[in-house]
């Protein structure tokens, strides 16, 4: 299994590509821009994005959707199904996506956004906006930031602490380290 | 892709090191182990996907090696030149680092978070969106280093010198700093308020 990082500096969001060790079908997770640079890491590399998962549907992390179908026939996955204009398979906690040898765990963790999701695999968590290093996504209201908080308390820092965490945006991190150091976990709810 | 095999004691959910079944705490020759490790770094230009958690290294030249997704974490790190090298997500994560040499580096997601620092050199180096949050760090420079999107939030930096630093969209918010010399720096474009940051 490979796996990529790829940075995209129009909306400073990042998006993660897991692949086979050789060429083959690939999981893409978030497509915040789909430009030369992204596209290039695929086919460099002999990848075919066959699935895509979405943390949340705000912008910076869709907006390349169109231009990935124009090139690659991939199912869309996300927890809102309805919000999209292409068509979308749902998921949640008690329906995973399938992406073939890739096994997925979905956490639902709403406070940034109502269909926020987390994906755990293989000791690596994708959190889109719910947690970055250091802090956490933003809330517009009070109420948003304590279901935040709470989803982050309940689903994510409850896992194994030698979990990798690779956010949305920002530079990756763990969650051992998020526990001691991230000044918004050491709020009281 | 990171090579994670749980170590096979029973019982223990840590994960194993290279080349060995079971984890550090559960290594029979720590000592050993780290010689040969050291060899097998110096040794090789591409050192990639290598769980070396709790690894003891002393004096050892690492210069312009290229290092990409490994897990250093809670290394011991004394007197070790990295200077020239590439790192890409790298692990250094709960580990020590006295007098290491990071000089005209290109660290890219590179993890450092809960580190103690010392009298180490970033200067002259592209450190991009590296994760440097809660890092004990003191007696230490990243001058003339384009530090882009990195962020330091809730560390603790004591005679730490950032002068000439592209600090654009670096993060220090609930940082405890010292005599810190950010001159000719573009402070400006760096978040130091201990508020919550719009993504």
């Known amino acids: 299994m490979r796996f990529f990082s790829y940075f995209s500096v129009l909306h400073f969001s990042n998006c993660y590509l897991i692949g086979p060790d050789g060429p083959g079908d690939a999981v893409l997770i978030d497509a915040g821009i789909f430009d030369e640079g992204l596209l290039r890491l695929i086919e460099d590399n002999g990848l075919y994005v066959r699935w895509v998962l979405i943390t949340h549907l705000h912008h910076g992390h869709i907006q390349g959707l169109q231009t990935l179908l124009k090139i690659y026939d991939a199912g869309i996955h996300a927890f809102d199904a309805e919000s999209l204009e292409a068509p979308v398979q749902p998921i949640s906690e008690s329906k995973p996506p399938v992406c073939g040898p890739y096994s997925f765990q979905v956490l639902e963790t709403p406070g940034h956004s109502n269909d926020s999701l987390c994906f755990l695999c293989d000791g690596m968590l994708f959190t889109g906006d719910t947690l970055s290093a250091g802090s956490v996504g933003h809330t517009p209201t009070g109420y948003g930031r304590a279901l935040l908080l709470s989803s982050i308390r309940k689903k994510i820092l409850s896992l194994k602490e030698d979990v990798l965490i690779f956010p949305g945006h920002g530079p990756p991190t763990r969650l051992a380290i998020e526990r001691r150091f991230n000044p918004y976990l050491q709020e009281k709810l | ?199």
């Open chain 2, 1 to 199: 892709m990171f090579s994670l095999r749980t170590c096979s004691t029973d019982g223990c959910a840590h994960w194993a090191l290279h080349q060995r079944d079971v984890c550090r705490k559960h290594l029979e020759d720590p000592q050993d182990y780290d010689q040969e490790t050291a060899a097998m770094l110096s040794g090789s230009e591409v050192i990639s996907e290598l769980n070396l958690s709790s690894l003891v290294l002393k004096d050892l030249d690492l210069s312009g090696k290229r290092i990409e997704r490994c897990i250093l974490s809670q290394t011991d790190l004394r007197g070790v030149d990295f200077s020239g090298s590439r790192i890409r997500l790298v692990y250094l994560d709960f580990s020590v680092l006295v007098n290491c040499c990071f000089r005209n580096v290109k660290l890219y997601n590179a993890v450092f978070a809960g580190s103690s620092i010392e009298n180490c050199n970033f200067s002259g180096s592209d450190i991009l969106r590296c994760n440097f949050c809660g890092i004990q760090c003191r007696e230490t420079l990243f001058n003339e280093s384009d530090l882009y999107a990195s962020r330091f939030i809730a560390s603790n930096l004591n005679r730490v010198g950032f002068k000439d630093c592209n600090l654009k969209q670096v993060r220090f918010e609930h940082a405890q700093i010292s005599e810190a010399d950010f001159s000719y720096s573009n402070t400006e474009d760096a978040f130091f308020e201990n508020k919550a940051y719009k993504m």
